[in-house]
């Protein structure tokens, strides 16, 4: 179930990205490589051996950075790493 909701929050993102044409190359750059090695950790490894890898961080770190400029793109994002969290990532 949590990783199901871990899958669904990387489709909100990724549609989100697509919704914010103001958010920088660089910014975007950065979120969709972290979902492509999120994605990639759950196919080749199963939620029950991730390791974070800092991914949890970086999304944070993300999160906080967008609370102004794109609120609902940054509650996005800590979705995302309360859904890794919630999978002891």
């Known amino acids: ?3 199901q909701q871990l ?3 990387l489709k909100e993102l990724h549609a989100e990205l697509e919704d914010a044409p ?3 190359a660089e910014s975007r750059e950065l979120l969709r490589s972290l979902v492509d090695d999120i994605r990639e950790m759950l196919k080749d490894s199963g939620a029950e051996t991730l390791e974070p890898h800092g991914v949890t961080d970086q ?3 993300a999160a906080r950075r967008f609370e102004e400029s794109h609120p609902t793109l940054a509650t996005t994002v800590g979705r995302v790493a309360d859904a890794l969290s919630n999978l002891g990532i």
């Open 1 to 3: 179930m949590e990783r």
């Open 7 to 9: 899958h669904e929050r």
């Open 22 to 24: 103001s958010v920088d």
């Open 59 to 61: 999304l944070r770190e």
